[in-house]
Nanobody
Framework: QVQLVESGGGLVQPGGSLRLSCAAS????????MGWYRRAPGKQRELVAL???????NYADSVKGRFTISRDNAKNTVSLQMNSLKPEDTAVYYC?????????WGQGTQVTVSS
């Protein structure tokens, strides 16, 4: 069993930055692929960024060059640094852990980009 708790969301002006963090409990964190997803109002949840247990990363085209995902296996955390934020980045952001056939989700954190 893995429990995930996100933090770091909030209100930011266009062009600003936020850093989201996800703290994981459980011993399988270092063996899991970790991801950040988001759900904007009226839209389906979408992948934002992934990082494998070896550190390989993958990003949605819409955030490439602006967002950076990272992980600290010693601290069981995964982070998402978000720069040059746009209003269309407004969404609830979720952390997910994938371990073989099992997926674990956090409760989400709201990010609002508005002037």
């Amino acid at each position: 069993q893995v429990q995930l708790v996100e933090s770091g969301g909030g209100l930011v002006q266009p062009g600003g930055s936020l850093r989201l963090s996800c703290a994981a409990s459980g011993s399988i964190f270092s063996m899991s692929t970790m991801g950040w997803y988001r759900r904007a109002p009226g839209k389906q949840r979408e992948l934002v960024a992934l990082i494998t247990r070896s550190g390989s990363t993958n990003y949605a085209d819409s955030v490439k060059g602006r967002f950076t995902i990272s992980r600290d296996n010693a601290k069981n955390t995964v982070s998402l640094q978000m720069n040059s934020l746009k209003p269309e980045d407004t969404a609830v952001y979720y952390c997910k852990a994938n371990y073989y056939l099992d997926d674990y989700w956090g409760q989400g954190t709201q990010v609002t980009v508005s002037s």
